[in-house]
Structure formats: C-alpha cells, structure tokens
Nanobody, 125 residues
C-alpha cells in the first residue's frame, strides 16, 4: 500500500507559479505510472498530467500543456508538478495518484488505485 501526501498548494496571482509535491511512503512508487488530477468546486475531477515509471514519457491535458511540467525523483519517492503562467481557471484541489498495475488509460481517474488527500490551489485574477 502506498500513501501519498501532496504539498505546495496556496494562493497565487494570475501569471504566477507554484510547485506541487507528492511524497510517497509505505512502498516505493518507482515502478508505477503516477498522475495529477484536479477538481474545481461544482465540477468533475479532471486529468492534469501523468508520467511513466521511467520518466521517459509524460502526458498533459490540453488546458495545461506548455504551462505545467510533471517530473519525478524516484530516489526521493517524490513527484512534482511545476505550474507556471497560472490562470484563475486553474483553481482547484490538486491530487496525486498512483496508477494500478492493470491496464487502463492514464487519462482516466478510474485507472488509479491510490490517492492523496489533495492540496488547494487558488489563482486570483
């Protein structure tokens, strides 16, 4: 069982940057695809970004492509989401997740079997 804890959220003005971290404990996550999702009030959870276990391939939602960068440091059991040029529409609770061993799309939350509690990101206009 992997426990995931996010940190780094906060309040930032539009155009600013934040770096989210996702620390894993209980078990190494180096063999798994990891992802970030977000959920804004009144909206469904949506995919943000994912990274393969080697870090060799990354996936991004169109809405964040070119602004957000996902990375991982398996030696530290930590994943990151660097968010630049933030917009008010990026305001949401951001959660990290570990993809399960079976198949399934990296873009679908149902493919992930462990989740963190989330960290709030608020972007003011």
């Amino acid at each position: 069982q992997v426990q995931l804890v996010e940190s780094g959220g906060g309040l930032v003005q539009a155009g600013g940057s934040l770096r989210l971290s996702c620390a894993a404990s209980g078990r190494s996550f180096s063999s798994y695809v990891m992802g970030w999702f977000r959920q804004a009030p009144g909206k469904e959870r949506e995919f943000v970004a994912a990274i393969t276990w080697t870090g060799s391939r990354t996936y991004y939602a169109d809405s964040v492509k070119g602004r957000f960068t996902i990375s991982r440091d398996d030696a530290k059991n930590t994943m990151y989401l660097q968010m630049n040029s933030l917009k008010p529409e990026d305001t949401a609770v951001y959660s990290c997740a570990k993809k399960g061993p079976s198949g399934g799309s990296v873009y679908q939350g149902g493919s992930y079997d462990s989740w963190g509690q989330g960290t709030q990101v608020t972007v003011s206009s």
